[in-house]
Antibody, heavy 120, light 110 residues
Framework: EVHLLESGGGLVQPGGPLRLSCAAS????????MNWVRQAPGKGLEWVST????????YYADSVKGRFTISRDNSENTLYLQISSPRAEDTAIYYC?????????????WGQGTLVTVSS | DIQLTQSPSSLSASVGDRVTIACQAS??????LNWYQKKPGKAPKLLIY???NLKTGVPSRFSGNGYGRHFTLTINNLQPEDFATYFC????????????FGGGTKVEIK
């Protein structure tokens, strides 16, 4: 059974760094692209970033490009999202999402999410 | 960027009803359209992928249709557990992105 467990969320001050983690199990981690998707309070879903299985390619939404860094440790089956210079508009639930099959953007399984609140 | 327009944004229906939600893409995305169900406090769940393929384990009362720019999600015989918000999402545009979601359709109890 696929299991994705996010951690690292919480209250962070604007500009303060934050790193989210996602522990994955139940599938061959390095064979699948992984994603971060977020949902701000009262808003819809927003794709944040994608990393291919090997980690050799990454993609970002324009709203986070240059501030967020996605990475993965295939030896530890863990996905990361480094958030530099967070802004109030980054306040959201962040979901770790496994891509389906060989695709990059088919969001097959989702974690329960971790809440990030950016506020002074 | 590819925009997805969902309609309606909300609807009221009764148990047993048939419900159809539309999703229109701003450009041709062939079959690369997925549908998700989201309940408050819960993670989204994939229902339909590649426009019309039912994910294993999803009840057969859910179905998807469409190609190109126009897509629909239909729920037959609406059940109490189906009251939720539904999102469409395209992945024709990655790489390099962005992947985009529709604005969502909230299905409420009449």
């Amino acid at each position: 059974e696929v299991h994705l467990l996010e951690s690292g969320g919480g209250l962070v001050q604007p500009g303060g760094p934050l790193r989210l983690s996602c522990a994955a199990s139940g599938f061959t981690f390095y064979n699948h692209a992984m994603n971060w998707v977020r949902q701000a309070p009262g808003k819809g879903l927003e794709w944040v970033s994608t990393i291919v299985g090997s980690g050799s390619a990454t993609y970002y939404a324009d709203s986070v490009k240059g501030r967020f860094t996605i990475s993965r440790d295939n030896s530890e089956n863990t996905l990361y999202l480094q958030i530099s210079s967070p802004r109030a508009e980054d306040t959201a639930i962040y979901y770790c999402v496994k891509a389906g099959g060989q695709s990059l953007g088919l969001f097959e399984y989702w974690g329960q999410g971790t809440l990030v609140t950016v506020s002074s | 960027d590819i925009q997805l327009t969902q309609s309606p944004s909300s609807l009221s229906a009764s148990v047993g009803d048939r419900v159809t939600i539309a999703c229109q893409a701003s450009q041709d995305i062939t079959k690369y359209l997925n549908w998700y169900q989201k309940k408050p406090g819960k993670a989204p769940k994939l229902l339909i992928y590649d426009a019309s393929n039912l994910k294993t384990g999803v009840p057969s009362r859910f179905s998807g249709n469409g190609y190109g720019r126009h897509f629909t999600l239909t729920i037959n015989n609406l059940q109490p557990e189906d009251f939720a918000t539904y999102f469409c999402q395209q992945y024709d545009d990655l790489p390099p992105g962005p992947l985009t979601f529709g604005g969502g359709t909230k299905v409420e109890i009449k």
